[in-house]
């Protein structure tokens, strides 16, 4: 597709329940990242792939927080027994390379509000 | 604890008027970026600085990086109501890791 693109747009979910979020990243992009906003925030690093491998989780909260990237294009990031204070924009970006010779490129976010 | 702060966090003027948005960060890096934000939108990606002394210039914005005093300024030249956005500025850690500003909104009014 031209962009990255991210399902659902809008996640309305009761605490306690687990959520997937999904990520389809630029065709050929190497790189993909999640990031979590807060409203009035800027974007905090979850976690990025590089391929399929995993390369760094340090920003993923704590354990109920999951990402896999299986073939190198699709990504999903899983929030177990979620609780309210997950509530936040999640969004995915891709890029064609290591960030120092590109920049993100972000999709358009999962909208997550826990109830 | 890696830190980068924008300098101011609301910003309201006038078109036609030159303003200047600051970004410090606390640990030295050699890879800077600014992002553009639009009210419900995604980010858009203005600038990639990569060493010190980079200045980069897209239309009425342009963006410059020193290094040794680790601080990035993005400069507003006449504006106009079409740059109303919020501006984030980011520091590169490690091989690809973003750390981002608090954002820096923007209003440019007629």
């Known amino acids: 597709g031209a962009g990255v693109s991210q399902s659902p747009r809008y996640k309305v979910t009761k605490r306690g329940q687990d959520v997937a979020l999904r990520c389809d990243p630029i065709s050929g992009h190497v790189s993909l990242y999640w990031y979590r906003q807060a409203l009035g925030q800027g974007p905090e690093f979850l976690t990025y792939?590089?391929?399929?491998?995993?390369?760094?989780k340090s920003g993923l909260p704590n354990d109920r927080f999951s990402a896999e990237r299986p073939e190198g294009s699709i990504s999903t990031l899983t929030i177990q027994r979620t609780e309210q204070r997950d509530s936040a924009m999640y969004r995915c970006?891709?890029?064609?390379?290591?960030?120092?010779?590109?920049?993100?490129?972000f999709g358009n976010g999962t909208r997550l509000t826990v109830t | 604890e890696l830190k980068v702060e924008q300098n101011p966090l609301f910003l309201s003027m006038q078109e036609g008027k030159n303003y200047t948005i600051y970004c410090n960060y606390s640990t030295t890096s050699d890879r800077l970026y600014w992002y553009r934000q639009d009210p419900g939108k995604s980010l858009e990606s203005l600038f990639v600085?990569?060493?010190?002394?980079a200045v980069k210039q897209e239309g009425r914005l342009m963006a410059s990086l020193d290094t040794k005093a680790r601080l990035s300024t993005l400069h507003i030249t006449a504006a106009v109501h079409d740059l109303s956005a919020t501006y984030f500025c980011a520091r590169g850690q490690g091989a690809q890791k973003l750390v981002f500003g608090q954002g820096t909104r923007l209003t440019i009014n007629p």
């Open positions: 600085l990569l060493s010190n002394g």
């Open positions: 792939f590089n391929y399929e491998a995993q390369q760094d």
């Open positions: 970006a891709s890029s064609s390379g290591t960030v120092s010779n590109s920049p993100l490129h």
